[in-house]
């Protein structure tokens, strides 16, 4: 039997996630305070730390939600998923579909961090399917991986900055011709004499 869910708990954490996304859209993160939080949700300090430590928890449980959902829709999506621009594809509906929070969490007032930690979370399986794949040895393989991943994430942050303007498909595509393109060339290089 599942736990029974206090509906006021969840309440209190969805304002307080409002509040904090509120907040994001005029400031960094970094500067947004627990007194401003819980001033502008309602809620007393001693409910807000029975939930989480400090703000950047706060913003942790959010990153964590969404990317829970960008993993079930890979899940979802594992059996039409045969090429890299199949999973850029998964990512980039994922954010588009939560664009308001993605705009927020990938700004310059979120995590910088936070969409080059979600396309790290493939790199272990990445580097494995390289090393076999590709013939490369691992730290080649990890070196791809690094290279090709930092310009999907400036790639995938351009998209966003630009409105989500170009089309999903074009910029799927494109990420595919990038990543495919650098590995064609980084096994060219590790082979040549």
Not at 70 to 96: C, G, H, P, W, Y
């Amino acid at each position: 039997m599942a736990p029974k869910v206090d509906i006021r708990v969840v309440r209190t954490k969805e304002r307080l996630k409002s509040t904090l996304l509120s907040l994001m859209q005029e400031k960094s993160i970094d500067r947004i305070t627990i007194s401003e939080t819980c001033r502008l949700s309602g809620i007393n300090r001693n409910t807000f730390y029975q939930h989480y430590k400090d703000i950047r928890d706060l913003l942790s449980e959010i990153e964590s939600s969404f990317m829970e959902s960008l993993f079930s829709a890979l899940s979802i999506s594992q059996e039409s998923i045969s090429s890299v621009k199949d999973i850029m594809t998964v990512l980039l509906e994922t954010i588009r579909r939560n664009e308001e929070i993605c705009l927020l969490l990938f700004s310059d007032n979120g995590d910088k961090n936070f969409l080059r930690n979600i396309l790290m979370f493939a790199l272990p399986s990445a580097v494995e399917n390289w090393v076999r794949e590709l013939g490369i040895r691992k730290e080649d393989a990890t070196l791809l991986y690094y290279y090709v991943m930092g310009g999907a994430v400036n790639v995938i942050e351009a998209w966003m900055k630009d409105s989500f303007s170009a089309p999903l498909d074009d910029v799927a595509e494109k990420l595919n011709a990038l990543i495919l393109g650098s590995q064609e060339a980084f096994v060219s290089s590790c082979s040549a004499p």
